[in-house]
């Protein structure tokens, strides 16, 4: 089967991006297809693309730029990206773009985030369905009067200084362990922290770009992921740990002690940090981070609304509110200074500038900012996904003092606990989140809805 039949581009391309298998889903083929579609659909005229660690991501990358090009768009290669040096590109550069990287997924996997100028979202809604839809006629570019160039721009420095003069870094000196997992960070974290020489020391975990992912996957929303850092923050009496995703867009904390910290709490905080700039403001956050996030957000004047997981979703309600910051419980961060676009590393640098404002540890620090349990995100493969969400509907919905809505998969909620179960954009699977007044209450809910999803496999 061709990767551009429709059959197999109703598999890969995604709510927000396209996602597949190498060679079976998405091979070159597929990438100059889109490379052209996604020119003759935006009207682009000139974009700029990054690509990340994997094995398959120059290739891909050259094709969807051979692609544009023969569409009549000139292409500016930045190389070697994070996801959001990408979005940096777009912003500082003002173009579309288009970023190669399957973000957290295993190696075998590739995929393509784009987005317009000024790092915009392209998403299902707005002009992904339309690229598929051309990729599937087929036939030659539909413009092609010209033929794009191409040429290269190294953004990474430009990218650094950007961030820190967003999140500047200042007071006391801090040991930072920093896990890259093999993937982007391994680029983008010696460029920042190269620059705060002197105020922080960093301590490197698998910096060695390598897309077969040899020491563990770079998914830090599995907590088997985080061990390694665990282990280091507490060995080198480090201050604080990051954990970074494949194409770092996403960030996860350890605290001093090697504990686990939700990106809920870091959410909080960060939106603290932006209402203090702007008293009264706006703060997004999808409707599974924690409700402690709307109650803080509330409690320092600011103005919180809740809206769907995604980051085109995310971005798009940004816009139409002017929130100043948006938060997901998967650890993507997104602020307004930065195009509205989300910086797993800017979200580390707002940790690591609270923390080094104030003389407490960060355990201390953000106890302030978790008021409830949390289970994480725990993922079950199941036979019939609507089947089991019928299922829990049923089981809670006529419940005393139980809400449902179903803005995103199946949200329940109660006083004493809330729970969420949505089916992934990117995998066979349904993901849990549950919070509880306290532990005893968290668990007792998270057994209860796990033993109706598992039931259903």
Known sequence: MATTSPDNLGKVFKAYDVRGLVGEQLDEDLARATGAAYVEVLGVDAMVIGYDMR???????????????????????????????????????????????????????????????????????????????????????????????IDSHDVLQAYAAHLLSLAPVAGRRLKVVVDAGNGMAGHTAPAVFGRLAGQVEMVPLYFELDGTFPNHEANPIEPDNLVDLQKAVIAEQADIGLAFDGDADRCFLVDERGELVSPSTLTALIAARELAKEPGATVIHNLITSRAVPEIVAELGGTPVRTRVGHSYIKATMAETDAIFGGEHSGHFYFRDFWRADSGMLAALHAMAALAESDRPLSALLADYARYPLSGEINSTVADQHAVLTALEAAYGGQDGVSVDKLDGLSVGHQDWAFNVRASNTEPLLRLNVEGKDQSTMARVRDEVLAIIRSGK
Not at 76 to 89: C, E, R
Not at 115 to 142: H, K, T, Y
Request: net charge negative; proline share 7%; with cysteine.
């Open 55 to 149: 094995p398959s991501s120059p290739s891909l990358a050259g094709a969807f730029a051979d692609g544009a090009t023969a569409a009549g768009a000139d292409v500016t290669m930045i190389g070697l990206a994070s996801t959001d040096q990408l979005y940096f590109a777009s912003g500082h550069l003002n173009l579309p773009g288009a970023m190669f990287t399957a973000s957290h997924n295993p190696a075998a996997y590739n995929g393509i985030k784009m987005c317009r100028a000024l790092a915009q979202p392209v998403g299902m809604e707005s002009g992904l369905a339309e690229i598929r839809d051309r990729v599937a006629a087929g036939g030659p570019p539909a413009t092609g009067s010209r033929t794009g160039s």
